[in-house]
T-cell receptor, first 113, second 115 residues
Framework: AQSVTQLGSHVSVSEGALVLLRCNYSSSVPPYLFWYVQYPNQGLQLLLKYTSAATLVKGINGFEAEFKKSETSFHLTKPSAHMSDAAEYFCAVSDNAGNMLTFGGGTRLMVKP | DSGVTQTPKHLITATGQRVTLRCSPRSGDLSVYWYQQSLDQGLQFLIHYYNGEERAKGNILERFSAQQFPDLHSELNLSSLELGDSALYFC??????????????FGSGTQLSVL
Protein backbone atom coordinates (compact mmCIF):
# COMPACT_ATOMS: atom_id res chain seq x y z
CA ALA A 1 0.00 0.00 0.00
CA GLN A 2 1.13 3.49 -0.75
CA SER A 3 1.93 5.92 2.02
CA VAL A 4 3.60 9.29 2.52
CA THR A 5 5.54 10.71 5.43
CA GLN A 6 5.98 14.39 6.03
CA LEU A 7 9.00 15.32 8.11
CA GLY A 8 8.30 18.18 10.47
CA SER A 9 4.79 18.93 11.64
CA HIS A 10 5.70 22.62 11.99
CA VAL A 11 8.06 24.73 9.90
CA SER A 12 8.76 28.40 10.56
CA VAL A 13 10.49 30.70 8.06
CA SER A 14 10.99 34.41 7.73
CA GLU A 15 9.24 36.34 5.00
CA GLY A 16 11.42 36.22 1.90
CA ALA A 17 13.24 33.06 2.96
CA LEU A 18 13.26 29.72 1.18
CA VAL A 19 10.43 27.35 1.97
CA LEU A 20 11.23 23.63 2.05
CA LEU A 21 8.60 21.12 3.11
CA ARG A 22 9.63 17.49 3.06
CA CYS A 23 7.69 14.48 1.84
CA ASN A 24 8.84 10.91 1.39
CA TYR A 25 6.69 8.25 -0.17
CA SER A 26 6.43 4.52 -0.08
CA SER A 27 5.07 2.80 -3.13
CA SER A 28 5.67 -0.46 -4.93
CA VAL A 29 4.82 1.10 -8.28
CA PRO A 30 5.51 4.50 -9.83
CA PRO A 31 3.46 6.84 -7.67
CA TYR A 32 1.13 9.68 -8.41
CA LEU A 33 2.04 12.36 -5.90
CA PHE A 34 0.30 15.55 -4.90
CA TRP A 35 0.69 18.57 -2.67
CA TYR A 36 -2.43 20.20 -1.25
CA VAL A 37 -2.72 23.33 0.88
CA GLN A 38 -5.28 24.07 3.56
CA TYR A 39 -5.84 27.66 4.63
CA PRO A 40 -7.56 28.29 7.98
CA ASN A 41 -11.22 27.32 8.03
CA GLN A 42 -11.13 26.08 4.46
CA GLY A 43 -10.98 22.83 2.56
CA LEU A 44 -7.86 21.61 0.78
CA GLN A 45 -6.73 22.99 -2.57
CA LEU A 46 -4.38 21.35 -5.04
CA LEU A 47 -0.96 23.03 -5.35
CA LEU A 48 0.63 20.65 -7.80
CA LYS A 49 0.83 17.02 -8.87
CA TYR A 50 3.40 14.62 -10.25
CA THR A 51 2.20 12.14 -12.84
CA SER A 52 5.54 11.04 -14.38
CA ALA A 53 5.61 13.57 -17.21
CA ALA A 54 8.43 15.62 -15.65
CA THR A 55 10.38 15.30 -12.42
CA LEU A 56 10.20 19.02 -11.63
CA VAL A 57 6.62 20.09 -11.21
CA LYS A 58 5.52 23.69 -11.02
CA GLY A 59 2.37 24.59 -9.17
CA ILE A 60 0.36 27.59 -8.20
CA ASN A 61 1.55 30.52 -6.07
CA GLY A 62 5.22 29.99 -6.99
CA PHE A 63 5.54 26.53 -5.44
CA GLU A 64 7.33 23.66 -7.10
CA ALA A 65 8.28 20.11 -6.19
CA GLU A 66 10.89 17.70 -7.47
CA PHE A 67 10.32 13.98 -7.75
CA LYS A 68 13.45 12.02 -6.82
CA LYS A 69 12.99 8.31 -7.25
CA SER A 70 16.36 7.42 -5.77
CA GLU A 71 15.43 9.22 -2.55
CA THR A 72 11.69 8.37 -2.71
CA SER A 73 11.06 12.04 -2.08
CA PHE A 74 8.76 14.76 -3.37
CA HIS A 75 9.76 17.87 -1.44
CA LEU A 76 7.90 21.15 -1.88
CA THR A 77 9.82 24.39 -2.28
CA LYS A 78 9.27 28.08 -2.84
CA PRO A 79 12.17 30.50 -3.26
CA SER A 80 10.68 33.34 -1.24
CA ALA A 81 7.99 32.99 1.42
CA HIS A 82 5.09 35.42 1.66
CA MET A 83 2.93 35.99 4.69
CA SER A 84 0.01 34.63 2.69
CA ASP A 85 1.76 31.24 2.43
CA ALA A 86 1.02 30.52 6.09
CA ALA A 87 -1.15 27.42 5.97
CA GLU A 88 -1.04 23.66 6.40
CA TYR A 89 0.47 21.64 3.59
CA PHE A 90 -0.32 18.02 2.83
CA CYS A 91 1.55 15.58 0.66
CA ALA A 92 -0.58 12.80 -0.82
CA VAL A 93 -0.25 9.69 -2.95
CA SER A 94 -2.87 8.05 -5.13
CA ASP A 95 -3.55 4.34 -5.08
CA ASN A 96 -2.92 2.39 -8.28
CA ALA A 97 -6.46 2.64 -9.53
CA GLY A 98 -6.76 6.31 -8.65
CA ASN A 99 -9.67 5.64 -6.33
CA MET A 100 -8.35 7.42 -3.28
CA LEU A 101 -5.66 9.71 -1.97
CA THR A 102 -3.65 8.88 1.12
CA PHE A 103 -2.45 12.02 2.88
CA GLY A 104 0.56 12.59 5.04
CA GLY A 105 0.28 14.07 8.50
CA GLY A 106 0.61 17.64 7.26
CA THR A 107 3.13 20.42 7.88
CA ARG A 108 2.03 23.73 9.29
CA LEU A 109 4.02 26.55 7.72
CA MET A 110 4.41 29.72 9.72
CA VAL A 111 5.86 32.85 8.11
CA LYS A 112 7.42 35.47 10.34
CA PRO A 113 7.55 39.12 9.28
CA ASP B 1 -15.19 28.65 -3.80
CA SER B 2 -14.58 25.02 -4.79
CA GLY B 3 -18.17 24.38 -5.84
CA VAL B 4 -18.56 21.57 -3.29
CA THR B 5 -21.22 22.31 -0.69
CA GLN B 6 -21.35 20.69 2.71
CA THR B 7 -24.08 21.08 5.29
CA PRO B 8 -24.27 21.73 8.12
CA LYS B 9 -21.05 23.64 8.83
CA HIS B 10 -21.19 22.86 12.52
CA LEU B 11 -22.93 20.10 14.41
CA ILE B 12 -23.02 19.57 18.16
CA THR B 13 -24.54 16.42 19.51
CA ALA B 14 -24.32 13.96 22.37
CA THR B 15 -22.77 10.53 22.67
CA GLY B 16 -24.95 7.73 21.38
CA GLN B 17 -26.74 9.93 18.89
CA ARG B 18 -26.92 9.66 15.10
CA VAL B 19 -26.20 12.44 12.61
CA THR B 20 -26.25 12.88 8.85
CA LEU B 21 -23.77 15.00 6.95
CA ARG B 22 -24.65 16.14 3.47
CA CYS B 23 -22.47 16.87 0.46
CA SER B 24 -23.30 18.29 -2.95
CA PRO B 25 -20.46 17.80 -5.44
CA ARG B 26 -19.41 20.27 -8.11
CA SER B 27 -21.75 20.38 -11.05
CA GLY B 28 -20.91 17.50 -13.37
CA ASP B 29 -18.64 15.63 -10.96
CA LEU B 30 -19.54 11.95 -10.61
CA SER B 31 -17.24 11.04 -7.74
CA VAL B 32 -17.62 11.91 -4.08
CA TYR B 33 -15.09 11.21 -1.36
CA TRP B 34 -15.39 11.50 2.39
CA TYR B 35 -12.46 12.29 4.67
CA GLN B 36 -12.19 12.68 8.43
CA GLN B 37 -9.67 15.17 9.83
CA SER B 38 -8.72 15.06 13.50
CA LEU B 39 -5.71 16.19 15.48
CA ASP B 40 -4.59 12.70 16.41
CA GLN B 41 -5.43 10.81 13.19
CA GLY B 42 -4.81 13.51 10.60
CA LEU B 43 -6.69 13.22 7.30
CA GLN B 44 -8.21 9.78 6.97
CA PHE B 45 -9.93 8.54 3.84
CA LEU B 46 -13.33 7.08 4.63
CA ILE B 47 -15.10 6.16 1.41
CA HIS B 48 -15.43 6.94 -2.31
CA TYR B 49 -18.58 6.78 -4.40
CA TYR B 50 -18.73 6.99 -8.16
CA ASN B 51 -22.04 7.61 -9.87
CA GLY B 52 -23.98 6.01 -7.04
CA GLU B 53 -21.74 3.00 -6.47
CA GLU B 54 -19.15 2.45 -3.79
CA ARG B 55 -15.71 2.36 -5.37
CA ALA B 56 -13.27 2.31 -2.47
CA LYS B 57 -13.45 2.06 1.27
CA GLY B 58 -10.86 3.24 3.75
CA ASN B 59 -10.78 3.38 7.52
CA ILE B 60 -14.50 3.75 7.93
CA LEU B 61 -16.05 2.40 11.12
CA GLU B 62 -18.99 0.01 10.95
CA ARG B 63 -21.04 2.65 12.80
CA PHE B 64 -20.57 4.92 9.79
CA SER B 65 -22.26 4.53 6.44
CA ALA B 66 -22.58 6.56 3.29
CA GLN B 67 -24.51 6.66 0.07
CA GLN B 68 -24.66 8.62 -3.13
CA PHE B 69 -28.05 9.43 -4.56
CA PRO B 70 -29.19 9.61 -8.21
CA ASP B 71 -28.75 13.40 -8.19
CA LEU B 72 -25.13 12.68 -7.11
CA HIS B 73 -25.32 14.28 -3.71
CA SER B 74 -23.97 12.16 -0.90
CA GLU B 75 -24.73 11.63 2.76
CA LEU B 76 -22.49 10.32 5.49
CA ASN B 77 -24.36 8.78 8.40
CA LEU B 78 -22.64 8.50 11.76
CA SER B 79 -24.39 6.51 14.48
CA SER B 80 -23.79 5.54 18.12
CA LEU B 81 -21.52 8.54 18.31
CA GLU B 82 -18.55 8.53 20.64
CA LEU B 83 -16.40 11.38 21.91
CA GLY B 84 -13.63 10.25 19.60
CA ASP B 85 -15.80 10.86 16.55
CA SER B 86 -15.43 14.59 17.07
CA ALA B 87 -13.62 15.79 13.97
CA LEU B 88 -13.85 17.81 10.80
CA TYR B 89 -15.50 15.80 8.05
CA PHE B 90 -14.65 16.77 4.51
CA CYS B 91 -16.36 15.89 1.31
CA UNK B 92 -14.51 16.18 -1.98
CA UNK B 93 -15.52 15.61 -5.57
CA UNK B 94 -13.84 14.90 -8.87
CA UNK B 95 -15.00 14.38 -12.40
CA UNK B 96 -14.39 10.72 -13.12
CA UNK B 97 -12.78 9.42 -9.96
CA UNK B 98 -9.47 8.59 -11.59
CA UNK B 99 -7.23 10.65 -9.36
CA UNK B 100 -4.08 10.06 -11.38
CA UNK B 101 -5.49 12.43 -13.94
CA UNK B 102 -7.57 14.93 -12.04
CA UNK B 103 -7.76 16.75 -8.76
CA UNK B 104 -10.03 16.71 -5.78
CA UNK B 105 -12.21 19.69 -5.00
CA PHE B 106 -12.88 19.93 -1.28
CA GLY B 107 -15.80 21.42 0.55
CA SER B 108 -15.29 23.54 3.65
CA GLY B 109 -16.16 20.67 5.93
CA THR B 110 -18.59 19.88 8.72
CA GLN B 111 -17.21 20.33 12.22
CA LEU B 112 -18.73 17.63 14.42
CA SER B 113 -18.53 17.97 18.17
CA VAL B 114 -19.71 15.06 20.29
CA LEU B 115 -20.26 16.01 23.92
Amino acid sequence: AQSVTQLGSHVSVSEGALVLLRCNYSSSVPPYLFWYVQYPNQGLQLLLKYTSAATLVKGINGFEAEFKKSETSFHLTKPSAHMSDAAEYFCAVSDNAGNMLTFGGGTRLMVKP
Amino acid sequence: DSGVTQTPKHLITATGQRVTLRCSPRSGDLSVYWYQQSLDQGLQFLIHYYNGEERAKGNILERFSAQQFPDLHSELNLSSLELGDSALYFCASSGTGRLQNEKLFFGSGTQLSVL
